[in-house]
C-alpha cells in the first residue's frame, strides 16, 4: 500500500482517454465510452466432435491423467462482449498492445469491475485465464496485455497452465480461414491438476473471428467443462 501511493505521486494514475490526472478513465470520457457499450452476454452451443482430440492425444492424456470431457455431449460456452470495437475503444486497444502503453491495463480493469453487471458475472468464475502469448513475442512486447488486465481483477488468476507453443504471425490482416488454420493446435495445457473441474473464464482484448478463443477451449476442455469466455470488444462487421 505504501509502495503504490509513492508510485502514484511519482506516476500519479491519469485517464486512459485524455490524460486528466485523478482516475484510470475519467467521468468525462467514461461516459464517452457508454456509446460503445454492447454488454452481450449469451450462451454458445460449440459441437463436441469440432473439441475433440486426435487419437494420438487421446492415448496421451490418459497416460497423463488429463480429464477429457470432448465427448458424448455439446459443450456450452458464455460469452461475454462489453464493448463494440470501434473508434475510441479500438485506439484505446491498439495503443495498448503494439505502442508501449502498459498503463492502460488499469483503464481496462476501471472500466470491467465499473460495470456492475458484468463484474458479478465474472466473479462467478473460480480462475481467470489471460490468452497467453508465445514467449517469443512476450519478450518482443514486454508484457501480456491481458494478463495485466486480469491482474487487477481481484479475482485468482493462472498463467501457467494453457501456454502457446508456436509463435505466429499477427492475425489481424489474414481471412478467417486463414486464421483458423494458423492457430490449430498452437495452444496446450499443463499443471492440469492446477485448473480440474474448476469453472474458468478466459480472457482476450479483442474477438474477431472467434479462432483463438475456440482453440483455447478446444485447449482447456481436456482440464474442465466449465468455461466462459470474455472480450474487451468485440468486432462489428
Excluded at 496421451?60 to 456450452?76: A, E, G, Q, R, W
Excluded at 462489453?82 to 472500466?111: E, G, M, P, T
Excluded at 468464475?125 to 495485466?148: A, F, S
Excluded at 469453472?199 to 482453440?215: M, Q, V
Aim: glycine share 2%; net charge positive.
Amino acid at each position: 500500500m505504501i509502495f503504490e501511493k509513492a508510485l502514484n505521486l511519482f506516476f500519479p494514475i491519469k485517464c486512459g482517454v485524455c490524460g486528466k490526472i485523478g482516475l484510470p478513465i475519467c467521468k468525462k470520457c467514461e461516459k464517452k465510452l457508454k456509446q460503445y457499450e454492447i454488454n452481450l452476454i449469451f450462451k454458445e452451443n460449440i459441437k463436441a466432435e469440432s473439441l475433440e482430440d486426435s487419437f494420438e492425444n487421446k492415448e496421451l492424456n490418459i497416460k497423463n491423467n488429463i480429464l477429457n470431457n470432448s465427448t458424448n455431449s455439446n459443450l456450452k460456452i458464455q460469452k461475454i462482449f462489453i464493448y463494440k470495437y470501434q473508434d475510441i475503444i479500438r485506439n484505446l486497444l491498439i495503443n495498448y498492445k503494439f505502442n508501449d502503453a502498459s498503463y492502460l491495463a488499469n483503464s481496462f480493469a476501471y472500466l470491467i469491475k465499473n460495470n456492475k453487471k458484468i463484474y458479478s458475472i465474472l466473479k462467478s468464475y473460480d480462475i481467470i485465464i489471460p490468452v497467453p502469448l508465445h514467449k517469443k513475442r512476450m519478450n518482443e512486447r514486454g508484457y501480456n496485455q491481458t494478463e495485466l488486465i486480469a491482474k487487477k481483477l481481484e479475482i485468482p488468476i493462472e498463467t501457467k497452465c494453457l501456454i502457446k507453443t508456436k509463435n505466429i504471425k499477427p492475425q489481424s490482416t489474414k481471412t478467417a480461414k486463414q486464421r483458423q488454420i494458423d492457430i490449430k493446435n498452437v495452444f496446450a495445457i499443463q499443471n492440469v491438476d492446477k485448473i480440474k473441474n474448476k469453472k474458468i473464464l478466459l480472457l482476450d482484448d479483442i474477438y474477431t473471428t472467434g479462432s483463438t478463443a475456440n482453440e483455447c477451449i478446444k485447449t482447456l476442455r481436456k482440464a474442465t467443462n466449465k468455461i466462459g469466455f470474455l472480450a474487451i470488444a468485440k468486432d462489428i462487421y
